[in-house]
């Protein structure tokens, strides 16, 4: 740049001139006094042009980085002739460009050549030059009556509002229409899901505020809008102040509302255990509020944090008495909210048909209010629920609530919503979507947790597809560090070194980490222990197969494709006993059910069990392997390929060929 200044610079003094796309020196330049630095030589190059243009770039510099004829005009008080002359001559000087690219939002704006000029420009205005050119600027953004404009004109007022120092009557007033204009323009970027930017305009406006207040409420929407961008370290230090203000005032109302907020940006960085030491002691102190929002929002969040670490037993009580406040004050966001948080809850406890109804009416009251937030995690909890039902469901849910957070600015409702995404997109053989979503999730600014949330769906199609994962598996191995680990994380993360071990052959290490897993998060517990049923099989364990296979049985677990997944196991153990008819007649079925549902990867694998317990030679089993092969050709799935040349060269042993003798368990032997 600076090389490039010098340029112009010599160019500017008719030194060099454009020949031919080259610059030729029409002047000596043994000696040339260069200044030293490139701002001196920008300023320099301001200072070389005639006045009226550089009064014009000081104006321009003003108004931002590109700016309008008409801004231009507002502020310096030329006609629009007088103007333009002036500004194609500083873009000659290339001091300015003008923007013509038809395909722009900008076309027809000018804007500085580089922001360094812009910046130099405004440095050589007296504090009350920039004064009253930004309350020109900003009674000109006023008048365009634009809300898009209401972040310019706040800043402009608030420019303003800085160099009236020297004025303490006139910086009043200007802090009065700044403070305004700030909240304004907060309000606008949330609506537009640019809630950093909103968090950023609410802590611009503590600047411009006295009344405490005031500036405790400041400070609980910046913490509330940093939360909802997925950055619950600044929401929660956000949050804490406004504690802290709310307390001085003596206002216990709005000191439990704001520990409820504190509390669910607690939670939503996967940090639930925190969450419980910050909602336990407020559920006492506030108790006495009876039906309060701030005491209702305390319960839900609590409710979710004891969910986080499996305490359901505590957490449906407690979502249950905060959805009864909550209706009591009719405030239907935390009735949407909490409606959800209930009816995951019962999902994975047992009551599937009356969860999902719980679901579904909460995510019909937040998009019936306009509640986007709400609805996004109603969603991504809906797809979570339905992984077992309708995978195909379940991925389209994930793409809905993505899209949803996305546009919104939920920054960690689309990691959660990403992540489930990915985990059925596998199952379903949508290996590509899923790698190329993960890559471009975890390019974003998201906070550690929400990065996790990616990794697992992320991790199994890189080992489907036999690429490695160890830089990924590091990132993920952190989890394990943190002195209170999220369930969820772990039990992810243990579910993707299964499925590395059972691809490489581990099949005993697959089955314990599989089993911890399932142990750990009841929302991972299906298949985590359908695949810890399946590496006992392969390791042998006909004693750990039985038990596993049992507890699915007794599970009685809802849907189609886990019901399918089941069945699968099932044939096994019946081929184990001997019983052969029995179990090609549920193979048969369970492979029904996977090509009808488009699980690539259950039939994939349940053909890799059936030449396991069956053999590969038996004629039923060879067509199966080979629609098999097919599937991991069509995908790409080099990662299962070693297996399956293992069972075709007689890793399978056909144990069911023969009946086992009576009361005697036949095992799997490993070759």
Excluded at 157 to 165: I, P
Excluded at 511 to 526: D, G, Q
Excluded at 602 to 623: E, K, R, T, Y
Aim: hydrophobic share 45%; aromatic share 6%.
């Amino acid at each position: 740049l600076y090389a490039v200044e010098t340029v112009r610079m010599l160019v500017a003094e008719g030194r060099l001139v454009a020949e031919d796309g080259r610059y030729r020196p029409i002047d000596r330049l043994e000696q040339l006094a260069v200044p030293a630095t490139l701002r001196a030589l920008i300023a320099a190059r301001l200072d070389a042009l005639e006045t009226d243009e550089r009064a014009l770039i000081c104006d321009a510099a003003v108004l931002g980085q590109s700016f309008t004829p008409a801004g231009i005009g507002a502020v310096s008080g030329h006609d629009a002739e007088t103007i333009e002359r002036l500004l194609r001559s500083l873009a000659r000087r290339e001091l300015v460009v003008h923007q013509v690219d038809p395909r722009s939002p900008e076309r027809g704006q000018y804007a500085f050549e580089q922001a360094l000029v812009r910046e130099v420009a405004y440095g050589t205005l007296s504090r009350r030059d920039r004064r009253a050119r930004h309350l020109a600027a900003a009674r000109f953004f006023e008048g365009l009556g634009e809300d898009e404009l209401a972040g310019a004109l706040a800043s402009h007022y608030l420019a303003a509002y800085r160099a009236s120092a020297d004025d303490p009557e006139e910086a009043g007033a200007l802090a009065a229409q700044a403070r305004l204009a700030l909240r304004g323009a907060a309000d606008r970027a949330a609506a537009l899901g640019s809630h950093d930017q909103a968090a950023g305009f609410f802590l611009e406006a503590l600047e411009v505020t006295s009344d405490p207040a005031e500036r405790a409420e400041l400070l609980e929407r910046a913490g509330v809008a940093s939360d909802q961008a997925s950055h619950s370290g600044a929401a929660e230090t956000h949050l804490r102040a406004a504690i802290d203000a709310w307390r001085a005032l003596g206002d216990r109302r709005r000191v439990a509302q704001a520990t409820g907020h504190l509390g669910r940006a607690v939670v939503n960085g996967w940090r639930a255990v925190d969450a419980q030491a910050i909602l336990e002691p407020a559920l006492a102190e506030f108790a006495d509020l009876g039906d309060d929002p701030g005491l209702a929002l305390i319960e839900h969040q609590l409710a979710r944090a004891y969910w986080f670490q499996e305490e359901i037993d505590r957490a449906i009580p407690l979502a249950d008495q905060a959805l009864g406040r909550a209706e009591r004050l009719d405030d239907p966001a935390i009735v949407a909210d909490t409606l959800i948080t209930k009816g995951a809850l019962l999902a994975v406890n047992g009551r599937p048909y009356e969860g999902f109804g719980s679901l579904e009416t909460g995510r019909a009251l937040a998009e019936e209010q306009g509640l986007s937030g709400i609805a996004a995690r109603a969603l991504l909890n809906i797809a979570g629920g339905q992984m077992g039902r309708d995978p195909r469901r379940a991925l389209e849910t994930s793409k809905e609530a993505m899209a949803l957070a996305r546009r919104n600015g939920y920054h960690a409702f689309l990691a959660t919503a990403a992540g489930n995404g990915l985990e059925v997109a596998v199952e379903l053989g949508e290996i590509d979507w899923a790698i190329a979503t993960a890559e471009e999730m975890l390019a974003l600014d998201l906070e550690v947790g929400d990065r996790r949330a990616l990794l697992r769906g992320y991790e199994e199609a890189l080992l489907f597809r036999g690429r490695p994962i160890d830089d990924v598996l590091a990132e993920h191995s952190q989890a394990e560090l943190s002195e209170a680990p999220d369930l969820q994380e772990l039990a992810n993360l243990w579910s993707v070194r299964a499925l590395a071990a059972f691809l490489g052959g581990s099949w005993a290490e697959a089955m314990r980490l599989s089993e911890s897993a399932a142990e750990t998060s009841s929302i991972n517990w299906a298949g985590a222990t359908h695949m810890a049923a399946r590496a006992a099989l392969w390791s042998a364990d006909r004693p750990a197969f039985d038990r596993l296979v049992a507890g699915l049985v007794a599970r009685r677990l809802h849907g189609r494709a886990s019901t399918g997944r089941t069945d699968a196991l099932r044939a096994a153990g019946a081929a184990l006993d001997g019983r052969r008819d029995e179990a090609m007649e549920t193979y048969r079925g369970a492979l029904t059910v996977f090509r009808e549902m488009g699980l690539d990867v259950s039939l994939v694998l349940s053909a890799f069990d059936m030449a396991l317990v069956l053999g590969p030679d038996d004629p039923f089993v060879g067509g199966i392997l080979d629609e098999a092969e097919a599937v991991i050709d069509r995908l790409g799935m080099e990662g299962l390929r070693p297996r399956l040349e293992e069972l075709r060269a007689g890793r399978g042993r056909g144990v069911a060929a023969e009946p086992a003798p009576s009361g005697e368990a036949t095992a799997v032997k490993a070759n």
